[in-house]
């Protein structure tokens, strides 16, 4: 996938992301971007360790790796802004 691809999957992941977890989030649509990013890349990584595939290509299965990995880094980039 090329870094245009990275950047509109992690703009659609971060975005959802940020619909689903409740309450008011911390950060612009920048932070979103770079939250879906780093998202795809754990939701990647997590889909790899359990065998459930990786975030090579746009897919429905890819997408909802991202999304998941994007709720779990806005769950603790919430955490980490709430302390400080």
Do not use: C, H, N, Q
């Not at 990275?6 to 939250?35: C, M």
């Amino acid at each position: 996938m090329g870094i245009l691809s990275w950047i509109l999957l992690g703009l659609i992941a971060g975005a959802i992301a940020k619909a689903i977890r409740p309450g008011k989030d911390p950060g612009g649509w920048l932070v979103t971007i770079l939250i879906g990013i780093i998202g795809a890349f754990v939701g990647g990584w997590i889909g790899s360790f359990l065998g459930w595939g990786t975030v090579d290509e746009f897919s429905f299965r890819t997408l909802l790796l991202a999304i998941g990995g994007s709720l779990l880094v806005l769950f603790i980039y919430a955490l980490v802004r709430k302390r400080s």
